[in-house]
């Protein structure tokens, strides 16, 4: 098992298995997976999963930002990625040809998963942390010095649910954008859905799901998230 054609390597895992050979060959099929690798880094050449859903994310992965952002999703399997101060770096300049406009300052954690970026546009100073979803199917907007906790998803997409004559996962997506405001903190784990639009100086708590607008100054939280309080400058607040 030494081609790096895909569908090779394919067809020499599935006869592996069915033959039950393969105990003992799995080095040898990771090293044909590593080939892949190595072929899509010196040509830029890879194939996109289909999408039952109809999500066109064929259309998002052609042009040749998409190697960048592939080229960002290898190296955060690498050990180099556990170093911090220069995997952020690393991140903070493949950004520049990842995403639509990107400001100064931006700042990446680990394993934050991207779909294209080619949809997304980031102030200065925005700070993603480890693991959050950045789902840019529809356009996303984030402004300066905003805040994405970890875990925390942006999704763009829903799916149509009502064309009975079709399997569900063959129904198609819609598509709605988001749009953030600046000095904003979307909190751990919580959720901003489609057709959101989200205020300056806003506090999402962990663990929400936003489904409606929220103004200026708000601190919500809930599932659907709802208004707890107003944030009040401090100057304001003391001078009461």
């Not at 054609?5 to 590593?34: C, I, K, N, P, Y």
């Not at 109809?54 to 052609?62: E, K």
């Not at 100086?201 to 607008?213: E, F, L, M, P």
């Amino acid at each position: 098992m030494e081609s790096t054609d895909e569908a090779a390597v394919l067809a020499d895992l599935e006869a592996m298995v069915e033959a039950g050979t393969l105990v003992g060959r799995g080095g040898d099929f990771l090293a044909s997976s590593q080939g892949l690798v190595d072929t899509f880094l010196s040509t830029g050449s890879f194939g996109v999963a289909d999408d039952p859903f109809g999500g066109a994310d064929a259309s998002l992965l052609t042009d040749d930002h998409a190697y960048y952002l592939m080229l960002w999703r290898l190296f955060d399997r690498t050990p180099a990625s556990m170093l911090a101060d220069y995997a952020i770096k690393v991140r903070r300049i493949l950004a520049r040809r990842v995403f639509k406009e990107i400001g100064e300052g931006v700042i990446f954690h680990h394993d934050v998963y991207i779909l294209s970026g080619r949809n997304t546009t980031l102030g200065d100073g925005v700070f993603v942390n480890r693991g959050a979803t950045i789902d840019d199917r529809g356009p996303i907007t984030i402004g300066d010095h905003t805040m994405i906790a970890a875990g925390a998803i942006l999704t763009t997409h829903g799916h149509i649910l009502d064309d009975f004559s079709k399997p569900l996962p063959f129904g198609g997506r819609t598509m709605a954008p988001i749009t953030i405001g600046s000095n904003t903190v979307i909190g751990f784990r919580s959720v901003v859905m489609p057709n959101v639009t989200i205020g300056d100086r806003v506090i999402v708590a962990s663990n929400s799901v936003v489904t409606k607008d929220i103004p200026d100054r708000w601190v919500v939280g809930g599932a659907p998230a709802k208004k707890i309080k107003e944030l009040v400058p401090r100057d304001e607040a003391t001078s009461e």
